[in-house]
């Protein structure tokens, strides 16, 4: 199977040549690399550019917008600008981080899940932070959840969600969507990413309410957005941020803002939380 990386890339002078080293030195080594360096103000493209000359199936695309780091739209808005620039011959497709140190496996074992089960459409390992000298897991999310900074796609479940959506919430839509259509989401615990920045690191105050509007723009209505507003303020042991979730999510229901997802695929993502939240109970 052939697969294509796009990755964001944002002033990640720091980190990005160890993410590309981990790409390089992968047991199965992707068809085509692309780096959309969006606005960096570093030697972000520099670091690239050099990469590049040594590894024809890397390339650097340039991109001009908002400095401000909003979770969601900004990367997803730099990932499509990558995607585009491609062609229809991959089988696979993966938006990265350009902030991941990744065992050299871990596309071999990710290809090898795809050809396992033609049902399988999206795939992925798990995060983990350094911590007092010690990688750790980045709690964040539920086992069954493939983080945002490293996701693959089968081509046929991403065409069919209709590629990534330019709003925070994208990662978690993009699952709901793909089991909406019937495909599995798998993850591999023995895929061990090293993320080298907390998740959230370079958000800024204004997009403190934006999880809320993610919630609401998901088609969860109040109830579901309650219990999973209070489970992330918790599992960020910031229980104030349970507030401004829900302001958020009020916020957006004021606004009519637009939903990520039609009436009937809302439909089905609440009973399918509801019913996850009840096996957890029960």
Not at 6 to 26: K, M
Not at 257 to 262: E, F, S
């Amino acid at each position: 199977m052939n697969y294509y990386i796009v990755i964001p890339a944002h002033n990640e002078e720091a980190f990005i040549a160890l993410t590309l080293d981990s790409l390089i030195s992968q047991t199965v080594l992707p068809k085509k690399v692309v780096i959309v360096n969006d606005n960096s103000t570093d030697k972000t493209a520099e670091i690239v550019t050099a990469y590049a000359k040594e590894n024809p199936f890397i390339s650097l695309v340039n991109k001009t917008s908002s400095a401000i780091h909003l979770p969601g739209s900004k990367v997803i808005q730099a990932f499509h600008k990558g995607f585009e620039i491609l062609d229809e011959e991959y089988d696979v497709i993966v938006k990265l981080d350009a902030d991941l140190i990744l065992p050299n496996n871990y596309f071999e074992t990710i290809l090898n899940i795809f050809e396992k089960d033609a049902t399988i459409g999206m795939a992925g390992g798990f995060a983990y932070i350094e911590k007092n000298g010690e990688w750790i897991l980045e709690n964040l999310t539920d086992k069954d959840h493939i983080r945002g900074a490293f996701k693959a796609y089968r081509k046929a479940c991403f065409q069919q969600i209709g590629n990534l959506k330019p709003a925070m919430g994208w990662d978690t839509v993009d699952e709901l969507l793909s089991k909406f259509y019937g495909w599995k989401v798998v993850t591999d615990a023995s895929l061990i990413v090293k993320h080298l920045k907390p998740t959230g690191a370079n958000y800024n105050k204004t997009a403190r309410y934006k999880q809320g509007e993610a919630f609401y723009t998901l088609g969860y209505g109040f109830l579901i957005t309650s219990i999973a507003s209070a489970k992330l303020a918790m599992m960020k042991k910031k229980p104030l941020l349970f507030v401004d979730y829900i302001k958020g999510f009020w916020k957006a229901k004021a606004a009519k803002t637009p939903l990520l997802v039609t009436a009937e695929q809302a439909k089905f993502i609440r009973k399918y939380r509801l019913k996850k939240m009840k096996e957890k109970i029960f």
